[in-house]
């Protein structure tokens, strides 16, 4: 009977375990990065679709459009034309080579909000909660830590989930705040491929 209940309650914590990060989600967002050792801070907006394991399409309206869309076996990344009429940008690449640091975090959430092999968690309070990748991870990932916050202190759901803070080893930080964050919408397949738009210069 003991054995049993170890079982149940092993199985129990890994469901919840894996629960935190929903299988896709949705969001605009208004990006800051900062430069910690120049001290400059740039701004933008944009909108992130993401569905597990490994599909993204991140995309920036502003300060410029630029799309990184990857569908775990192919990677796409494009600048649009500065001016119109001129010609946009495109590299494409495998999966694996254009992995972002983006999918990289968020494929990791799977783990959670309570460390594991790849990260310690904090909870900072007010909401916050801090990640902190081991380090060999960190090199791998290109993160040195996260911090997640949520709406309100009691928040544990990613569905409250308000900012991200990335913290590289580099020094440098980006925040994404969430607009509209939208659990679980239904994606077709085609939403992570991308088409260049007519006039688009491939590049390598």
């Known amino acids: 009977m003991k054995f049993a209940s170890v ?8 469901t919840v375990h894996a629960e935190f990060l929903p299988q896709s989600f949705s969001a605009k967002f208004e990006q800051e990065y900062v430069s910690i050792l120049k001290g400059n801070t740039k701004k933008g907006e944009g909108s992130v679709e993401y569905k597990y394991p490994g599909n993204i399409r991140f995309e920036t309206t502003t300060p410029s459009q630029v799309v990184y869309v990857s569908n775990g076996v192919k990677a796409w ?3 649009a034309p500065f001016i119109e ?10 999966a694996k080579e254009g992995n972002s640091v983006y999918i990289k975090f968020f494929d990791s959430l ?3 909000l309570s460390s594991n092999a790849l990260y310690d968690v904090k909870n900072a309070g007010d909401g916050m909660h801090v990640m902190t990748f081991k380090p060999k991870v ?7 830590e996260a911090v997640l916050t949520f709406n309100s202190a009691k ?14 080893p580099d020094g440098k930080k980006s925040t994404l705040r969430f607009v509209n964050l939208k659990v679980n919408p239904g994606f077709d397949a085609s939403r992570f491929n991308f088409v260049a738009p007519p006039h688009t210069k491939k590049t390598n």
């Not at 079982?7 to 890994?14: K, R």
């Not at 960190?138 to 040195?144: L, N, V, W």
């Open 7 to 14: 079982i149940l309650f092993s199985f129990f914590a890994s």
């Open 77 to 79: 990344y494009y600048r």
């Open 85 to 94: 009429g001129e010609e946009g940008e495109v590299t494409e690449t495998s």
């Open 110 to 112: 799977k783990n959670g």
């Open 138 to 144: 960190a090199k791998d990932f290109g993160i040195k």
């Open 155 to 168: 928040d544990k759901d990613f569905s409250e989930l308000k900012k991200i803070d990335l913290l590289f």
